[in-house]
């Protein structure tokens, strides 16, 4: 901590001073000195502490931020993510859900289905997640893929995953 206070000392005060004295325009070793000590510097990022209805929120504006990124690079339209707000049976709060077009399209083929045999037959959504197990790996494939090539979208997954694991922990901490 000394350091730290005598590090931000001579970079406020001593540095100007130091530099009017020397009439040569030249870095002396005190400045040298300085400017390393200033880039060997941690940065410290202090957050508020949020509930968790707003780190709830922030999640959600995290995955809203990742799959529009993701969209706009995404040149395959069935691995266009759509996410939308539903609320969950029996309830009015509602929650986002997003999911791949592929997956959409498949169920809603299965709902015709079985709308047209009177019900008989429907299967749920893991029977149909199970019957595109191996288009959900190609779909994966492909978002490592443009993860990988787009430094924005690493970003914000990134940004994702530390959001969700934040959120995560303070949920089972309580």
């Not at 009017?20 to 510097?41: C, I, L």
């Not at 299965?110 to 197990?133: D, P, V």
């Not at 994966?140 to 924005?152: Q, T």
Request: hydrophobic content about 35%; some cysteine.
């Amino acid at each position: 901590m000394k350091t730290l206070v005598a590090t931000l000392f001579l970079l406020l005060v001593a540095s100007p001073a130091l530099a009017a004295e020397t009439d040569s325009g030249e870095p002396t070793p005190a400045d040298d000195r300085v400017n390393a000590e200033a880039q060997a510097m941690e940065e410290v990022t202090v957050l508020g502490q949020m509930n968790m209805t707003q780190l709830e929120k922030a999640v959600e504006r995290a995955k809203l931020d990742f799959w529009d990124a993701y969209n706009s690079v995404n040149e395959i339209d069935e691995y266009r993510m759509v996410c939308e707000k539903v609320a969950t049976t029996g309830t009015h709060m509602k929650t986002l859900r997003c999911a791949p077009s592929y997956y959409l399209e498949a169920s809603r083929k299965q709902t015709e289905r079985s709308a047209r045999s009177g019900g008989f037959g429907s299967r749920n959504s893991r029977s149909i997640a199970r019957s595109l197990e191996k288009k959900k790996k190609e779909a994966d494939a492909h978002m490592v893929a443009l993860i990988e090539e787009n430094p924005e979208l690493l970003e914000k997954w990134n940004y994702l995953l530390a959001a969700n694991q934040t959120y995560e922990q303070r949920k089972a901490s309580k």
